[in-house]
């Protein structure tokens, strides 16, 4: 989707500011807020894209005026409520509906020391050879997809080169919305920064996109 | 400093809770798990694990090969990673070329060996320009990148991680691993700062 959090080559957002000596989390809740997204992913009911999918589905208003753990917050409650873990009333009244069955957690303090490590692993085999070799000249697809998708819009419609193949990776696009991993193919694709930002942009700078083969034409 | 996170009121402190609270009681989290879990993103993993590679690289060659080839199983070699593998590359910076890692799309970073990202690298101001104006950026950091210098900028659009290998500085030729490692800082493995023999807080 073309969301606000879709933001390379945005203008206006103001300069960097880095905190010196920042610490981990500001606020005890954003950590409550970070072991929360960790515990109930174990859950199953949701994965890695559709996560971020609902991040990026927050009005853009409150996208750009929410901190970062606040989002994480409001993504985490639209995920436990599409996914039936919890009902609106629920939320509102903040105890369990009358008759809720109680479910025992998949993620237990013991568990978390095997488990705090893994990101997850997204390679994944398949049958087909890669369309595209390192070296050969690609195209970003044009496309405006409606629904979650990693191709950023600076990228979309220039030409790059292919510069080394990651193998074949779940497909973001389908994956954030449960329709299957869909393996395919992931490049590291090199563009000039000219190619991106036109003549103004500095004449060695370039910058290497992770795109998957779905997003890719020969050019 | 006008960062967002102070000026979030109460508000989500006290939502947060409601919502911990009704987790547990419908058996759906275990709050000591809660527990286990900030502990381990708060003391457990951080850029003191890069650092470790970085340092590592500088001083035995071969390992540098290993880690430039495979950065996830040169990271398993130190025990950051507990299964083993992980979608992980280095990026070396030389005398020609500067490597700075960015993601526009969400806040993508190499957690197991730099643990959680700074709120400036989340940031709408370091997401938007990174990809644009990579040199002005660098140079909000004191960074002043020379125009014979390619910079390579990492958008970290899919599930690989990048994490900057930074030059050595010159005049460390007598230090020792663990010294090496002290130099280290989070912001050089990101490519915004180089490392240098005063190290810097960041």
């Given amino acids: 989707m073309n969301g606000v959090h879709d933001m390379g080559g945005m203008h206006g957002m103001g300069p960097v500011t880095p905190e010196a000596d920042e610490p981990v989390f500001h606020e005890p ?18 994965n890695i894209d559709a996560s971020r999918h609902s991040i990026e589905r927050i009005q853009p208003g409150d996208y750009l005026r929410m901190s970062y753990y606040e989002k994480w917050l409001v993504g985490l409650v639209m ?12 939320l509102q009244s903040g105890r369990p509906a009358p008759r809720a069955v109680k479910a025992t957690p998949p993620l237990t303090a013991k568990g978390v020391a095997a488990r705090t490590g893994e990101r997850g692993w997204f390679e994944r085999p398949v049958n087909t050879p890669p369309r595209f070799t390192a070296g050969q000249r690609v195209r970003a697809k044009k496309i405006n997809p409606t629904g979650h998708t990693r191709l950023p819009r600076y990228a979309r419609g220039n030409i790059g080169v292919v510069d080394r193949i990651h193998g074949a990776h779940v497909f973001p696009d389908s994956n954030a919305h449960f329709r299957g991993e869909n393996p395919q193919h992931l490049y590291s694709v090199r563009f000039s920064a000219r190619e991106l930002w036109g003549e103004a942009a500095a004449a060695r700078d370039v910058v290497y996109i992770d795109l998957w083969e779905d997003y890719l034409e020969r050019a | 400093m006008d960062h967002d996170h102070q ?3 109460s508000d989500p402190a006290l939502r947060v809770m409601a ?3 009704l987790l547990v009681e419908k058996g ?3 709050p000591a798990a809660l527990d286990s879990l900030i502990d381990h993103y708060e003391h457990k993993v951080g850029p003191r694990n890069g650092a470790r590679l970085v340092a590592r690289a500088w001083v035995d060659p071969e390992f540098k090969m290993r880690l430039l080839a495979d950065a996830g199983s040169a990271a398993a070699e130190f025990g950051y ?16 070329r500067h490597n700075l890692v960015v993601c526009t799309l969400c806040s993508c970073y190499p957690w197991p060996v730099l643990g959680l990202p700074p709120v400036w690298y989340k940031s709408a101001p370091y997401r938007s320009r990174a990809v644009i104006d990579p040199r002005g950026v660098l140079r909000e950091f004191g960074l002043e990148i020379g125009e014979d210098v390619e910079v390579r900028v990492w958008d970290s659009t899919s599930e690989m991680r990048y994490l900057v290998l930074p030059e ?4 460390s030729e007598q230090m020792s691993e663990d010294e090496l490692a002290a130099l280290v800082t989070r912001d050089a493995m990101i490519g915004t700062a180089k490392v240098t023999l005063a190290g810097a807080s960041r």
């Fill in chain 2, 168 to 171: 050595r500085p010159a005049g």
């Fill in chain 2, 28 to 30: 759906l989290v275990d």
């Fill in chain 2, 7 to 9: 000026e979030v009121p």
């Fill in chain 1, 29 to 46: 809740w954003e950590g409550r807020v970070l072991a929360l997204n960790r515990a109930t992913v174990a859950l199953g009911k949701w």
């Fill in chain 2, 81 to 96: 990673v507990p299964h083993g593998k992980e979608h992980l590359v280095a990026l070396e910076n030389t005398p020609e």
């Fill in chain 2, 19 to 21: 919502l911990e609270s």
């Fill in chain 1, 79 to 90: 995920r436990l409520e599409e996914s039936g873990l919890v009902t609106p009333a629920e």
